[in-house]
């Protein structure tokens, strides 16, 4: 799970300004893609054990949803706040889960 994490982080690089992000459409449609996979993946975490606590559950699921349902609608801003706020906290429950 957290390896999807580390391919967002690999894909962006050094390139950790929203600009450069805006300006890539392959690595937009990467990170698309990436949250497509990690959404469905919470979202079988959730149906399995609702109780299983990952702080950024919901917001992801709801980004794979959009992702997925509405391409023509998929706002930048939105998955690079994602990237940013969200992304983190999985990896920090992900390893508290493992451990």
Do not use: C
Request: aromatic residues 8%; hydrophobic residues 40%.
């Amino acid at each position: 799970m957290f390896d999807i994490h580390e391919s967002i982080e690999m894909y962006l690089g050094g390139k950790r300004e929203f600009t450069v992000y805006k300006a890539d459409k392959m690595l937009r449609r990467a990170a698309e893609r990436e949250f497509e996979i990690i959404g469905e993946a919470m979202n079988r975490i959730d149906k399995l054990d609702p109780n299983i606590a990952i702080s950024s559950k919901k917001q992801i699921i709801s980004m794979r949803n959009r992702v997925i349902h509405g391409y023509d609608k998929i706002d930048d801003e939105i998955i690079w706040g994602t990237i940013v706020r969200h992304l983190p906290k999985l990896k920090i429950d992900i390893n508290a889960l493992m451990a």
